[in-house]
């Protein structure tokens, strides 16, 4: 399963001004994925309100040695909750936005912008991550970010991943998660 890892830094504090971030730079859309590699399948997401408001449902089979498990997820963003749902377990969580909005405040609490700003430089330095130039995907001109401690690549466009690639190595593969349509 391919996991990109956003990290944000330098948004200054806080609560107010992360609550009113845009989480992508389009202010509404669907976007529909598939999966491939150790772990395939399909993933669905729309939103609007630039992502503020959230539908991201996932269906997928991951294969290992000769194991296969299954997986059905649901992930619903209102203004007031976030939801996290296992379709098959039927098991679910919530959570207030403006509780886990205060997490992330809390985090950055004592920061100045410039101390976040080189926090953020800092780890891409630890995972040795860099811009690695541009690529087209469903016509949309990207942004592509190389991590090398992570063995991945992910494409960015206003900040949407529409492409991501993991190569875990050993009996995990590799993964790749790509938009088909947008």
């Not at 996991?3 to 992508?24: D, E, Y």
């Not at 209102?78 to 749902?85: D, R």
């Not at 970010?145 to 960015?156: F, H």
Request: net charge positive; proline share 1%; glycine share 8%.
């Amino acid at each position: 399963m391919v996991l990109p890892v956003v990290l944000v830094f330098g948004q200054g504090s806080r609560l107010k001004q992360i609550k009113a971030a845009n989480v992508f730079d389009v202010k509404s859309g669907k976007i529909v994925y598939k999966l491939e590699g150790t772990t395939k399948g399909t993933r669905t997401l729309i939103w609007d309100d630039y992502g503020r408001l959230q539908y991201d449902y996932k269906v997928t089979v991951t294969k290992i040695m000769g194991m296969s498990n299954s997986e059905e997820n649901l992930s619903i963003r209102t203004k007031e909750w976030m939801y996290s749902i296992d379709l098959e377990a039927k098991t679910g969580s919530k959570m207030k936005v403006d509780d886990a909005l205060a997490m992330t405040d809390a985090m950055t609490a004592g920061y100045s912008d410039e101390q976040l700003q080189q926090t953020g430089e800092e780890i891409k330095k630890q995972f040795d991550a860099k811009d690695v130039g541009t690529g087209v995907v469903l016509g949309h001109t990207c942004n592509i970010m190389q991590i090398e401690k992570l063995k991945s690549k992910v494409w960015t466009y206003k900040k949407i991943t529409l492409k991501s690639e993991m190569a875990m190595g050993g009996l995990m593969g590799s993964s790749t998660e790509e938009a088909t349509s947008m």
